[in-house]
């Protein structure tokens, strides 16, 4: 079974700092891997997918993610930080059954100062 | 284009009450999810249906959910009776096919009380 662990339940970083969300996974096969971010009140969207394509993925917003097999992570980066990237980030592996379905981590909160 | 809508968007109930919960997908979207995200969690899938038919449905208590998607567009989350360990978030999801990109609703929160 997949499984992702997200470290850090809460990161604060500076205006214009850099972002670093950290995640790890678990998987029996080559996985399929998601970051995805959730405004208050709203639905989760996704940023960016790895799908055993090309190793470091860029998303919206001026997200990143880079995967790397020898240390089963698909830790999320950004070089400066903006206000509006305020958020809760989730990580999610998906699975290699018929359903496909999604195993997502138990979220890191950003928050960015001024 | 249209995202995926749910009803209501707030919910307070006392416990042992009955709620539901609606979701209508994207349209054209044939893969339709239900998940319940409890403060501080990541979302957990319920349910997931193709079309009208279910494709998972493990982590769904069925001794008090259940779920329907008639004519495989909307959809209805309910519980029966609700429990205090109920209250969360229920993610309503659609994507245009099995693997493909989900597509998240504004969710229902519900409060048990």
């Known amino acids: 079974a997949q499984s992702v662990t997200q470290l850090g339940s809460h990161v604060s970083v500076s205006e214009g700092a850099l972002v670093l969300l950290r995640c790890n996974y678990s998987s029996s096969v080559p996985p399929y891997l998601f970051w995805y971010v959730q405004y208050p009140n709203q639905g989760l969207q996704l940023l960016l997918k790895?799908?055993?394509?090309?190793?470091l993925v860029k998303g919206i917003n001026g997200f990143e993610a880079e995967f790397k097999k020898s240390e089963t992570s698909f830790h999320l980066t950004k070089p400066s930080a903006h206000m509006s990237d305020a958020a809760e980030y989730f990580c999610?592996?998906?699975?290699?059954?018929?359903?496909?379905?999604?195993?997502f981590g138990s979220g890191t909160q950003l928050t960015v100062l001024p | 284009e249209a995202g995926v809508a749910q009803s209501p968007r707030y919910k307070i109930i006392e416990k042992r009450q009955s709620v539901a919960f609606w979701c209508n997908p994207i349209?054209?979207?044939?893969?339709l999810y239900w998940y319940q995200q409890i403060l501080g969690q990541g979302p957990k899938l319920l349910i997931q249906?193709?079309?009208?038919?279910?494709?998972?449905d493990s982590q769904l208590p069925k001794d008090r959910f259940s779920a329907e998607r008639l004519k495989g567009v909307d959809s209805t989350l309910k519980i029966q009776p609700a429990k205090l360990e109920d209250s969360a978030v229920y993610l309503c999801?659609?994507?245009?096919?099995?693997?493909?990109?989900?597509?998240f609703g504004p969710g229902t929160r519900l409060t048990v009380t």
């Open positions: 249906f193709q079309n009208n038919g279910v494709v998972d």
């Open positions: 999610a592996v998906r699975g290699s059954g018929s359903a496909r379905q999604l195993t």
């Open positions: 349209s054209g979207h044939a893969t």
């Open positions: 790895y799908t055993s394509a090309a190793t």
């Open positions: 999801a659609s994507s245009f096919d099995l693997a493909y990109e989900q597509y």
